[in-house]
Each structure stands twice: as structure tokens, then as C-alpha cells.
């Protein structure tokens, strides 16, 4: 049973998510691979709600099922390139991160494959879906609530992708009026 709908509770505090949200979705990284990200972190954090959301979405940009199928053991698979291959290990170690933080050989590997800014932009991806994966769990947004085609997306937000026409359902809002435009 849902705790708080907090979007509701701290309009606030969701318009700066979705504000990060937003310049991850601009910042020129693929889609697809924030996909696979935000699928990988959802995962690892257990949000049952992120994971449909993503899922979902994936699939309407085109991802295939045997890759969706895969997120969770991409080590295993030859389905993902090198890549993202490297944005998925990069995901983890920002998503476990302990106190020694991520190591050399992660940074090295990423540093291989995105060039600085583009790191920093995965990182923020990484960042921003932990706190959704979070705020979901920690409050207990239903799974499958989504819908992705009550959000249809605007494709003035940036090439390939989009933002919720009408404010996010990532958190679903029971009076459906968030001001943030996250999906």
C-alpha cells in the first residue's frame, strides 16, 4: 500500500529532480542507453515501479525483449556493446558505491568510452534515477500505475526523446497535476 504520494506531499523537491531528470534526457547521451541505465539501477534497487516504467518505455523506443530480458545479467550475454557495456558497470558502482568509491579500473574503462562530459552526464543519470528508485521505494508507488500512453511525449524536448506532456507519472500523482515533467 502506497505510503505518501510525495510528489504531492513536496511539489517542491520533485520539480529539482525533474529538473536533473530533464538535463540528462538533453545532454546528447543516447536514449537507448539511458534506458538501459535506468533499467540496470532499478534492478539493483529493487523499484518494482521503475522497472515496468522503464521497461516500458524501452520498449516503445524500439529495445528489444531479448536486451530487456538481459539488463539484470548483462555480464552473461554478448547482447550490449562495449559501450554500454561500460555505462552498465558504471551504473553499478555509482548505484553501490561504498566508501571507497568507484574504482580506478570502473573509471578507466568509462574513460574509454565517454569522454568527460558525457561521464559526468551518465553519472547525473545514474544519480537521478537512484533518487526516483528511492523516493518510489521508500514510499511504495504501485507497479504497473504507468502508462506510457497517457504521457505521450513531446519531441520538442530533445531528439529522440521527450518529456510528459502533462507533468510526470514517475511519481504518480494522485491528483495527476505534478509540475515537473519527468517520465
Known sequence: MKRIDYATAAPEAVKVMAGVERYVRRSGLPHALL??????????????????MHTKDARLAGETEQRLYAVPVWRETPFFSARERAALAWTEAVTEMGEDGVPDVLFDEASAHFDEAELVDLTLAVIVINGWNRLAVTFRTEPGSYDPATFQLKRSDAPGAGSASRGPQYPPSSSDTLPAERR
Do not use: E, F, P, T
Request: aromatic share 12%; hydrophobic share 40%.
Open 35 to 52: 534506458h538501459l541505465v535506468k533499467l540496470r539501477a532499478s534492478y539493483m534497487n529493487g523499484c518494482a515501479y521503475c522497472v515496468d
